[in-house]
């Protein structure tokens, strides 16, 4: 099975600790529903996450450095 | 302390650090920086916050429409984009779908394009030599009976006979054993082998079975990948000066390539955004939306149309974790108003649809308020003014007006 982590399109996902979700979701003033959704069966989510989990995304920006997003993992 | 690959002062990083800019352009203040070696900590602190002070400026502002805006700046170039599917021959000869079509396609977001394609990078010695290159392209491209040798019909003794070309066979490393095994498997006859010829026919004389048989015999792939109708192999230089080779396919199975011993799968792509989303996730299939528009854009000589509007629209494809296309069948049809749908397509269907389950529209968007003629909720139209009777000193007063 190919490592899809390793692909230069794919940046890092790692699950979020609920304390640090909680600062990201009163930083926002949001929901986590609200958050951009990833599916359960994503090929780049970390094994260990769960419905229900948000995951941290680090992505190489475009227009700066590096650019955070969260997404939610749905069924 | 930030570590800081430029070679200007302790002090004047200080400074530079100090203020609210992005790592890129605090890059660019320390190359500047760099280059003047008689600038001062305070000139620096000057540049810094000068350069700070445009940063903020060029910022969207709270409740810009951006969506609108985004919409216009792709638009608006995109009349200049060719209206008629030419097809050209771009890198290594292989027709891909350019201008218009292509990006009507990646926004509409097609379960197939009309072109597929894949670039296909390689590893180690499959990458420099050009037979271990070759190796990989035999595995990619699907190989028919027609590519081996000759086949004809013995009407006569209702036989079909293959001729198999040798030097082929030993090229793509196929053996005549293999070929007749795969011929019985997937036609389900008895084949007599003797060297490289190969007889079989149907089990009852029939002259229809016979002409079958030939026809479904055309149609297996006896190596490679069955979507992968062509292959074309290429040297290329890479960025950092080494050449190395790469494969380009028409027809595209990403899932399958990525598999194949010598591909690269950490380069590799193809333009089916639904496969890329399939095999590496929904964040790769943004970044591959963002690359095929730009690069659309940029192929007509569009490539002005800022990034950022095209990071809008991959965003809000990839919101809910699939791709969604812009339009009547994705984002436009899941709206919340029943009116700003209605506005959209198909008019009459939404009203009538809402009217049977008796839906509710909030009036919280922009169409259902302009369909109302109410104020919209964006820029000016969602603050609310609060005039200043009472001098509260430095935060009341004429100029400031506060987002409720």
């Known amino acids: 099975m190919v490592d899809v982590s390793q692909h230069e399109l794919v940046p890092e996902h790692t699950v979020l600790e609920e304390d640090e979700l909680e600062e990201v979701l009163s930083e926002y003033d949001i929901d986590r529903t609200d958050l951009p959704k990833i599916k359960r069966n994503d090929p780049a989510l970390p094994d260990e996450a769960e419905v229900g989990n948000v995951v941290k995304i680090v992505r190489d920006s475009r227009t700066t450095d590096q650019a955070v997003v969260y997404r939610l993992v749905v069924e | ?404």
């Open chain 2, 1 to 404: 302390m930030t570590e800081v690959d430029y070679d200007v002062s302790d002090d004047m990083i200080a400074v530079v650090e100090d203020t609210n800019l992005p790592r890129r352009l605090k890059d660019d203040v320390y190359e500047e920086l760099e280059g003047r070696p008689d600038a001062t900590v305070e000139d620096a602190d000057e540049l810094a916050k000068a350069v700070e002070t445009r940063y903020v400026d060029t910022r969207v502002d709270p409740l810009d429409p951006v969506g609108t805006v985004s919409a216009q700046s792709i638009g608006e170039p995109g009349t200049q984009l060719t209206m008629n599917t030419f097809h050209y021959a771009g890198v290594a000869e292989i027709d891909v779908t350019q201008g218009l079509p292509r990006l009507i396609e990646l926004v509409d977001a097609r379960k197939t394009p009309d072109t597929p394609m894949m670039t296909v990078h390689l590893e180690d010695e499959y990458a420099t030599e050009r037979e271990r290159a070759h190796e990989v392209v035999w595995n990619i491209e699907a190989t028919k009976i027609l590519a081996l040798g000759d086949v004809s019909t013995n009407v006569a003794d209702m036989r079909v006979q293959i001729s198999l070309n040798r030097d082929t066979l030993e090229e793509r490393m196929i053996t005549p054993e293999e070929v007749a095994e795969i011929i019985e498997d997937e036609l389900g006859v008895s084949t007599v082998q003797q060297g490289t010829e190969i007889q079989f026919g149907p089990e009852e004389p029939s002259y229809r079975d016979l002409l079958q048989l030939v026809e479904e015999l055309r149609d297996i792939t006896f190596k490679g990948i069955e979507d992968i109708s062509r292959v074309v192999i290429r040297r290329e230089e890479m960025d950092d000066g080494s050449e190395e080779f790469v494969l380009y396919t028409e027809g595209s199975a990403f899932g399958d390539v990525l598999e194949i011993e010598g591909v690269d799968a950490s380069r590799t792509t193809c333009n089916n955004i639904h496969e890329i989303r399939r095999n590496l996730g929904i964040e790769a299939a943004r970044e591959a939306i963002i690359e095929e528009t730009n690069n659309t854009l940029a192929e007509q000589g569009l490539d002005d149309v800022n990034v950022r509007h095209l990071m809008l629209v991959a965003d809000i494809m990839t919101n809910r974790g699939e791709i969604e296309s812009i339009g009547r069948h994705g984002i436009s049809g899941s709206k919340e108003s029943v009116l700003a749908r209605a506005a959209f397509e198909v008019t009459v269907n939404h009203l009538l649809n809402a009217a049977i389950h008796g839906e509710i529209d909030d009036l919280d968007g922009v169409t259902e308020n302009v369909i109302v003629g109410k104020p919209i909720k964006l820029g000016t139209g969602d603050v609310d003014l609060r005039m200043g009777s009472i001098g509260s000193g430095s935060s009341g007063g004429g100029s400031g007006s506060q987002a409720d």
